[in-house]
C-alpha cells in the first residue's frame, strides 16, 4: 500500500489544475504534505479546502517563468519554511499545435521554457543537498506520449518533452549513487483543461472523436497522479531512470 508521512514534502508545481492538481491531492490523502504551486492563487486556496489534510497542504503561488534564473534559490526557501524536500513533480505545462511551417523561434523558446528548463532549474534546487532528504528523495517528470509517439503539429511540444525525457534519464545517473530516484510519466490524452483546449483547436466534436481512439478511453487526471505517487513513495524505490508510458491501449 502507497503511503507516505507527515515529514515527506513534496512540492508539486501546476498543482491549479489539472495532473498537478490531482497529484497535489493524491500525495496530501495520502499523507504526505504538500507544497502546492500554481499561477492561480484563488484556485491553490480552492484545492487547499478541498484537500483531505488541509493543514498539511500549502499554497505557493508563483509564476514560474518569472526570473526562472532564482528557481533553486525559490526551492531554497521553501525548505527553510517547510524543511526538506522528499519530493518533486514539475506539472506546469501548456500546449501548443503548430506545423512546422508556422514554426516561430520566439514561441519556441518559450514552450521549451515552461516545459523544459523550468524543470530543470527546478531540479537543480531539489537536488542540492541541503534542500532534500537525501536517500529517497524522488523527482517525478510529467512529459508526454507525443515525445515518443509522432503526433502531426504537436512539433515544438513533443520536442520540449522528449528533451525533458533524455534529461531525465541522464539525471537519474548523476543521482543514483546518492540514492536519489529520478523518473517519468508519459500520459496520452488525459481529460484536462488542456486536453480540452487543444481538441477545441482542432475543431468541434474532436475530443468525442480522439475519445474513440482509446480502447480505455481517455485518462483522468488521477489515473496520472496514482502513477506519480507510486513513483514518489517508497513503493518504487528500485526504480530510476524510468519513463512509464501511459495511454489507455492507443496506438
Not at 129 to 136: D, E, F, T, Y
Request: charged fraction near 20%.
Amino acid at each position: 500500500m502507497i503511503s507516505f508521512t507527515a515529514e515527506q514534502c513534496i512540492l508539486v508545481t501546476g498543482a491549479s489544475s489539472g495532473i498537478g492538481e490531482a497529484i497535489a491531492l493524491q500525495c496530501n490523502a495520502l499523507g504526505a504534505t504538500v507544497i502546492a504551486s500554481g499561477r492561480n492563487r484563488e484556485r491553490l486556496e480552492v484545492n487547499k479546502i478541498r484537500a483531505t489534510c488541509p493543514e498539511r497542504f500549502h499554497a505557493e503561488p508563483r509564476e514560474l517563468m518569472e526570473d526562472m534564473e532564482a528557481l533553486p534559490a525559490w526551492i531554497k526557501s521553501l525548505r527553510e519554511k517547510y524543511g526538506k524536500l522528499s519530493g518533486l513533480v514539475p506539472c506546469a505545462g501548456i500546449t501548443l499545435t503548430a506545423p512546422l511551417r508556422e514554426y516561430d523561434l520566439n514561441t519556441a523558446h518559450r514552450m521549451f521554457d515552461l516545459l523544459f528548463h523550468v524543470p530543470m532549474l527546478l531540479t537543480k534546487g531539489f537536488v542540492d543537498r541541503r534542500n532534500n532528504v537525501g536517500k529517497g528523495a524522488a523527482v517525478v517528470f510529467i512529459a508526454a506520449a507525443g515525445a515518443i509517439t509522432p503526433t502531426a503539429s504537436l512539433l515544438i511540444y513533443s520536442a520540449a518533452k522528449g528533451a525533458l525525457l533524455t534529461a531525465s534519464r541522464n539525471i537519474s545517473k548523476e543521482l543514483a549513487p546518492a540514492g536519489l530516484r529520478v523518473n517519468s510519466i508519459s500520459p496520452a490524452l488525459v481529460a484536462t483543461p488542456m486536453a480540452e483546449q487543444y481538441a477545441g483547436l482542432l475543431g468541434a466534436g474532436a475530443l468525442a472523436e480522439l475519445e474513440q481512439t482509446y480502447p480505455l478511453g481517455l485518462g483522468a487526471p488521477d489515473d496520472v497522479a496514482g502513477a506519480a505517487t507510486y513513483l514518489l513513495s517508497s513503493a518504487s524505490r528500485w526504480i530510476t531512470g524510468q519513463n512509464l508510458l501511459m495511454t489507455g491501449g492507443f496506438e
